[in-house]
């Protein structure tokens, strides 16, 4: 019996490593510092498919695909900003080396805010830090604050995607925002890839999945990725 439980132990944490590898490498893809680079809301095309977007307070991101992206900051949104003193409860199984690291990262996170409030990556970071110990409602309100702060974006909706969908146990949140998430960056596949798992895996509805390839198909054409999604649901029989 003591065995089983170190066993599952190690499993929790090693879980926990390559969820906090995925997630925080997801979110340095997205990333990319345009510091003074470009304007607020300017779009730079850098070539056929790959694109930078700036966010106005000195943040950008790069994405791959056709079309432009703009983003603009609304300042007057009518959401309560997310109270930066809320309490973070590590995990029991945290080592103290962990624990030591993500407490620095987290102090550099607050101060980064405390000096730009509406910093687009630190909100981000924010939200990470939350959903790492598994405080999904603080995760929640620091989304659902940036997407408010940043309305044509796609991250903050993509993220409450899986979110609602996987954690908060809320599908018609997570549908809601995954679609968010594709109107605000059509030429981005990668949300028509989760949205369309989402109905599959979770929902059982692959009628619905090849909906949501079959669209991510007819905006982009000639995206490979999306023509053998779509292949693969038809034969699934749909």
Do not use: C
Not at 52 to 64: C, N, P
Request: charged share 30%; no cysteine; aromatic share 12%.
């Amino acid at each position: 019996m003591e065995g089983d439980k170190k066993e599952n132990k190690f499993k929790n944490i090693a879980g926990i490593v390559v969820a906090a590898v995925i997630i925080f490498g997801a979110g340095f893809y997205v990333w990319s510092d345009l510091r003074g680079d470009l304007s607020e809301s300017e779009v730079v095309d850098s070539g056929e498919n790959d694109r930078q977007v700036d966010l106005g307070d000195g943040i950008g991101f790069e994405y791959s695909g056709d079309g432009d992206i703009t983003v603009e900051r609304v300042d007057d949104i009518g959401v309560e900003k997310p109270d930066l003193n809320r309490k973070i409860t590590y995990l029991d199984y945290f080592s103290e080396d962990v624990i030591a690291t993500l407490d620095a990262q987290i102090k550099e996170t607050k101060n980064n805010l405390a000096e730009n409030p509406t910093s687009f990556e630190d909100w981000v970071n924010m939200g990470l830090h939350y959903k790492f110990v598994n405080d999904y409602e603080g995760s929640r309100q620091v989304w659902e604050y940036l997407g408010a702060l940043y309305p044509d974006t796609f991250l903050p909706f993509g993220n409450l995607g899986n979110l609602y969908g996987y954690y908060l146990n809320q599908p018609e949140k997570a549908i809601e925002n995954y679609e968010r998430a594709i109107e605000n960056s059509k030429s981005m596949s990668q949300w028509y890839f989760e949205l369309a798992s989402f109905y599959s895996q979770s929902l059982k509805n692959d009628a619905k999945a090849l909906d949501v390839a079959k669209l991510g198909l007819s905006r982009n054409p000639e995206n490979e990725k999306l023509k053998e999604l779509v292949e693969h649901y038809e034969g699934k029989g749909m």
